[in-house]
């Protein structure tokens, strides 16, 4: 219940809060590094800009909150977002799934 207060007071619609729980529901997980700790729910195309796609399930990703979101997002601006994020998100999660082991000097 918490949430669904801390959303309507942050001016979000309660279908917000159930589209982004959905949401989470069926892709847990950070799409770019894998993590499935503090999934944030990124709108692909910012709702601010396209209103319409507020409650687009094909607007959504999951990026994690630690680092991705901003990073990959935002490009480390929250007034901006990354036109290629889906793109962008696939190509650093398999580069960080064959990533090279790591070198031991000694
Ligand atoms: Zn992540
Ligand atoms: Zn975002």
Redesign the pocket.
């Known amino acids: 219940m918490f949430g669904i207060l801390t959303a309507v007071l942050k001016g979000r619609s309660y279908k917000w809060y159930k589209v982004r729980k959905k949401h989470i529901e069926k892709q847990p997980c950070c799409q770019a590094c894998g993590s499935c700790e503090k999934p944030?729910v990124?709108?692909i195309l910012?709702f601010h800009l396209y209103p319409e796609l507020e409650l687009d399930p094909d607007n959504l990703i999951t990026?994690c909150d630690k680092y991705c979101?901003f990073v990959f997002?935002?490009l480390m601006n929250?007034k901006s977002?990354n036109v290629d994020i889906i793109e962008d998100a696939k190509k650093y999660r398999e580069k960080k799934m064959t990533r090279p082991e790591v070198i031991k000097f000694n």
């Open positions: 944030e990124h709108h910012p990026l979101h997002g935002h929250w977002y």
